[in-house]
């Protein structure tokens, strides 16, 4: 078992590298400049090198001194649209746009497992897979499925993947087993009313009224419709319509998102939603559209894979720092893709300086991690091929 102490002598290059990603921000499907860098280090590593996938998402592979199986490890490159507030050397040069979810620390911790396997190619007993992919915050329908409908992992034999956190403090890795992360899935609601003075309501169509009906009725899918233990969500976050204090507009639009873990329990909250906001906009004489914008499907970790990665974590970093999680979170993660076509396992890597007062979690606009964690990653990284391919 490779440890942190052990590869010591490439946390400059992480470093160096993940403050040059942050400082450099490019948002899904535009990350040029982070996809020609990525590129130009894995070729001096001595990759071969497939790049285009989900436009500028890319893959690097390496055959060792053996044949064998064939593992990938996956990074996100993509950032965020938010104007940073930290006051750092490293602080974003681009404006309007952030590393603000920690995909910066993602790439650099997997060149840092590159450069590794550059210099060590006698550690790989079999093929190892890089990808570095494009657009994992979207837009839809998101860089990794370019990877999975590319026939990218038709070839391995598993799939690993982890993200950040400040969540969570450094030196730690926190894993849930099973359904992992949600699928965060959007929809819009448009309502179309007939307007008219609002002294005189019975004189037309009322939307407003007819959209707050539909708002909580939605709640009564969850509520009355849904298992109690199969965890689901719907959320209305925006409304929008009028234009006066006396007018009853036209129409109202309604947007906001819905998580589900269980792939029956989304296609039936999609039925309950049309059915829902079709007969009330009926009953109040108002017509409607319902768009469901289908997102990534719910990642769900398979459990031999997750018990691979706590044994090697333990190792790693201690059997205390390695906590198995009991819930899950239900924010989505387009690694789900992979997970639906390979066994493999996606983990949480505590990213937080211990000792601060307030944590800014990620996509928040003061969002950063301690970079002493960074090794930690590489080094979970490295030790998942090493012992897989074993």
């Not at 064998?68 to 050397?89: F, W």
């Not at 570095?132 to 038709?154: I, K, R, T, W």
């Amino acid at each position: 078992m490779i440890k942190v102490n052990d590869i010591k002598q490439y946390e400059d290059y992480i470093i160096e590298k993940r403050r040059d990603i942050h400082m450099h921000p490019e948002p899904g499907f535009k990350e040029f400049r982070t996809s020609k860098m990525i590129k130009e280090e894995l070729l001096k590593f001595g990759y071969s090198v497939e790049d285009g996938i989900g436009v500028t998402g890319l893959i690097g592979t390496i055959v060792g001194n053996k044949e064998g199986k064939t593992v990938l490890l996956r990074a996100d490159i993509d950032a965020l649209y938010m104007q940073e507030e930290n006051d750092v050397p490293y602080k974003s040069l681009n404006d309007g746009l952030m590393h603000s979810c920690g995909h910066d620390t993602h790439t650099s911790m997997l060149l840092g497992a590159a450069k590794y396997f550059g210099d060590n190619k006698d550690k790989i007993n079999g093929t190892l897979k890089l990808v570095f992919q494009s657009a994992e915050e979207g837009p839809m329908p998101g860089g990794g499925s370019f990877v999975v409908e590319g026939g990218h992992l038709d070839d391995c034999d598993a799939v690993f993947g982890l993200h950040i956190t400040t969540k969570f403090k450094r030196g730690t890795v926190h894993i849930k087993k099973g359904p992992a992360m949600a699928a965060p899935d959007e929809f819009k609601i448009e309502v179309v009313g007939t307007g008219t003075h609002a002294s005189a309501p019975q004189t037309g169509n009322d939307p407003v009224v007819t959209a707050s009906q539909i708002i909580l009725a939605l709640q009564n899918i969850i509520s009355r419709n849904i298992n109690p233990n199969s965890p689901a969500v719907i959320s209305v976050c925006t409304i929008n319509g009028g234009s006066a204090f006396n007018i009853l507009p036209e129409k109202v639009n309604l947007g906001g998102t819905i998580r589900t873990l269980d792939k029956e329990v989304r296609l039936h909250i999609f039925k309950r939603m049309e059915e829902t906001v079709r007969h009330i906009s009926e009953m109040n004489g108002c017509k409607s559209e319902l768009e469901i914008i289908k997102a990534y499907p719910p990642l769900i970790n398979n459990h031999a894979m997750s018990d691979f990665v706590v044994g090697v974590a333990q190792e790693v970093i201690g059997k205390e720092n390695v906590i198995i999680l009991d819930e899950p979170s239900m924010g989505g993660e387009d690694f789900a893709y992979y997970l639906e076509k390979k066994p493999g396992s996606f983990f949480w890597l505590g990213g937080r300086e211990p000792k601060l007062d307030t944590v800014y979690y990620n996509h928040n606009p003061k969002f950063d991690i301690d970079e002493s964690s960074l090794l930690i990653g590489t080094a979970m990284h490295i030790n998942i091929v090493t012992e897989f391919l074993k």
